[in-house]
């Protein structure tokens, strides 16, 4: 964790254990910190899993083998490193995803493919298969620990911990759902972002989980970014231990399958939007809703184009009301716009209308609503009914620094 905290940080909730998983931290010595830095979850025989991984196509081994292991749809164990990638390591990589998923199977009895693996931090550098081991194995004789040190542990650039909950009423009964998530920058996701775990005590069956978890991925973890840049080790798991007694949820029909699928969609927006306001060297929370366009994909180009345009980005961190940067970044999407169709507000304050600048406006409120926290940008394409809306954060000197330094 980083020593000086975003402005935008939010205090660490109290979370709840669930049922059937115990968290604990080790120091492996990954890095010269001085703090833990791998994390050994183990989850109840009968847990199920989904996820949503990279699309990068320079995935680490720790990617590929959690893909291959979502197919099987069980899971004992999550050990997350951080501090080292393993990406872009070769055999090497895939060797020490290997040697970690034995030594956790032997710790538990179970299998290999039961164990699923995340690492973050430098790419290229190979996991140390010595330190990942004695990592494991000090985890492993540790007393469990609180949510708060699981998701400090798992940190790289992040300035604060991040984690949250929620709940739903499933077949008569209360389950809770959980999340830790890790991220800070190279946030620009096909499918997630960064490492997040979520962990709940409904029962689930492996096909729904992963059902769910695609459709709140869509509109979460899919719809924020920081810099435009698709990490090697994206991952969002999560994990349903089944300890709350509930009839497993098979499908869409199941008594209340719409219930939990809410809660994992609250609980993933919760977490996304963690991600961006700790974004490196960010100092406001932008949200970008577009409407109007021709469809719902046309809309959630447009608005991340406008979202990862460096040039908007700078000009709301110095909250610069200069909005012909968003005409700008709606035009290069490449999606059917019409320029004198085209409205754009910022807060509450229409600034351009049909293709020109609201007759008589005024900048003022404008000025006044760049200098909160949180900073709306709104884009109406007056083309149909497709809309999105997406979040991220400005662009300052402190992301040059944090990324200038980030190996020495």
């Keep these: 964790m980083s020593s000086s905290i975003s402005p935008l940080a939010t205090p660490f909730p109290a979370l709840p254990a669930i049922p059937g998983v115990v968290p604990h931290v080790a120091r ?49 164990a999550l050990v997350v490193n951080a501090g080292n990638s393993n990406a872009f390591t070769g055999h090497r990589g895939r060797t020490a995803v290997e040697a970690i998923a034995a030594r956790t199977a ?41 949510w708060q040190a699981a998701a400090e542990t798992i940190g790289t650039t992040d300035t604060y911990p991040k984690g949250a909950t ?37 029962a689930v069956e492996p096909g729904f989980l992963q059902a769910a978890m695609n459709a709140a991925n869509r509109n979460t973890f899919s719809c ?44 993933c927006g919760q977490l996304a939007l963690l991600v961006v306001r700790d974004g490196e060297g960010a100092t406001k929370l932008i949200e970008i809703a577009v409407t109007g366009a021709e469809s719902d994909r046309s809309a959630h180009r447009i608005a991340m184009s406008i979202a990862n ?25 490449g999606e059917p716009a019409e320029r004198d169709r085209l409205s754009i507000r910022f807060g509450e304050t229409q600034v351009a209308r049909d293709g020109l600048a609201v007759e008589g406006y005024d900048e003022a409120p404008v000025a006044a609503h760049l200098k909160g926290q949180e900073v709306e940008i709104g884009v109406d394409l007056g083309l149909g009914d497709g809309e999105a809306t997406v979040w991220t954060c400005d662009l300052t000197h402190g992301y040059i620094s944090i990324n200038a330094d980030y190996r020495s």
Excluded at 116 to 123: D, E, K, M, N, Q
């Design 166 to 202: 929620t709940s739903a009423i499933v077949d008569g009964r209360t389950v809770t759902l959980v999340g830790i998530i890790k991220g800070s920058g190279m946030i620009a996701p096909d499918m997630a972002t960064m490492l997040g775990f979520v962990f709940t005590d409904a």
């Design 224 to 267: 924020i970014t920081v810099d435009g840049d698709t990490s090697t080790s994206d991952t969002v798991l999560a994990f349903a231990t089944g300890a709350a007694g509930n009839a497993p949820l098979t499908g869409p029909d199941s008594d209340g399958a719409d219930a939990f699928a809410a809660a994992l969609a609250d609980l």
């Design 28 to 76: 492996a010595h990954y890095k010269t910190w001085d703090r833990c830095d791998l994390t050994f979850v183990t989850l109840a025989e009968g847990t199920t899993v989904a996820g949503v991984l990279t699309q990068s196509r320079c995935p680490s081994p720790e990617v590929e083998w959690c893909r291959k292991a979502l197919t099987l749809g069980a899971a004992r």
């Design 309 to 333: 345009s460096p040039l908007v980005k700078t000009a709301i961190a110095g909250e610069d009301a200069n909005w012909g940067r968003v005409v700008m970044a709606v035009g290069k999407a």
């Design 106 to 146: 032997q710790h538990l009895s179970c299998q290999p493919s039961d164990v699923f693996v995340a690492s973050t931090g430098v790419i290229g550098v190979p996991l140390p298969i010595d330190k990942a081991e004695a990592g494991l194995d000090a985890a492993y004789a540790a007393s469990p620990c609180d």
